[in-house]
DNA sequence: GTCTATAAATCGATAGAC
DNA sequence: GTCTATCGATTTATAGAC
């Protein structure tokens, strides 16, 4: 009952106590991220707000970009398990929209995001491949998603393929207004705007 | 026609060789943010580009923050003397299609923006009430022009003032996707879909 | 108005003890 | 696995000569 304890408990594990670690380092990185940005968060910041060194941070992420693309990963986690919620092949712009109420209750995480994906269009930035081929295949899926949903063909003649960068970039143009002034955009409200925009069978002509 | 040469040509007097300094600045500002961003772009490879020290360029500009607002209120100079080179009062969808037309032609100047805007969302940063005060004043804009175009009654049952924020939304969200990818993203034929969705004649029903 | 020199702080990362 | 100590580079900004 004394040097085996290490490995004795589940959650104590020496496995889990390293999984532990790695997830207050992660929640305090998103957190300091969505707050200051990646730049101007440094090691030393992580470190204090997850409860250790700078250097025993470094020694579960080597280097600041490594801690970045696991931040990065784990976002994505997170919102593949609430699109998961609901259930296998059931993406469709009523998910969708819940994702958008969803987001609106968590600022910190839409700020991550929101910061750190403009951020990765600059020279050089350890993010960039990551979310060019985020976009690329969300765009694909919001494009099967959406001809599951209408079929071939939307209002203004669009097709699914055309309409879905319309819908990544309305997510994503609404988080950052919303980020800067909530109290003026309700996003979640304007989302679904957007969504009457695409239902064919939404227009008022001839009902009056 | 020694000492007085300093005041003597219209283009050369010290009020226009002063401006002429700032131009310079603000130009080599402009660059190397939209290449690198506004947390990685130092002073002095500002200065340099500009060619001059570090310490004659805090000379016109006494802080890193003071240029940052020069250089927004630079561009936002850029963008006004585009719209209103359209005419007065002619702020519509055509118009601001022209302006995205424009704005594939610059990817520098669109990745200024873009990558200053989403950091303006993070704690104290010098550029957010720039953007929070910007984003409210066009939405104000495009809902006048949306209802000058189209009357009080969108498709989807929308209003002007509910579909104001949605074409900021695109606008922004589009200059992400096409920075990121523009070999994948056409945005002037992206914003134009859009566009479409908007106009209350477009729908294709009863055509066929 | 522009320069040289430098202050003062902070950064990411390494070395080595325990 | 976590710590103390520290390096070396870079940053914004200031002081003062010309």
Redesign the interface.
Known sequence: MTAQDHGARPSGGRQAQRAERRAAILEAAMELI????Y??TSLAAVAERAGLSQQGLLHHFPTKEHLLVAVLEARDRWDLASSAAAGPGSLGTDTLAQLVDYNATRPGIV?TY??L???????D?PA?AF??SR??AV?EAMAVALRAEFGE?L????TPE??A??L???????Q??W???PE??DMP??FR??V?????A????GED
Chains 1, 2 share one sequence.
């Open positions: 969505a707050e200051r940005g730049r101007r700020q929101t910061v994906s403009a951020d990765s269009v600059t020279e930035h960039r979310f060019e976009f690329r765009r063909s209002p203004g003649g669009l055309r309409a960068p319309l990544v970039a309305v997510m994503d143009g609404l950052l207004q980020l800067l002034d003026q955009v409200a304007a705007d957007f009457a925009l695409l239902a064919p939404t227009g008022r002509r």
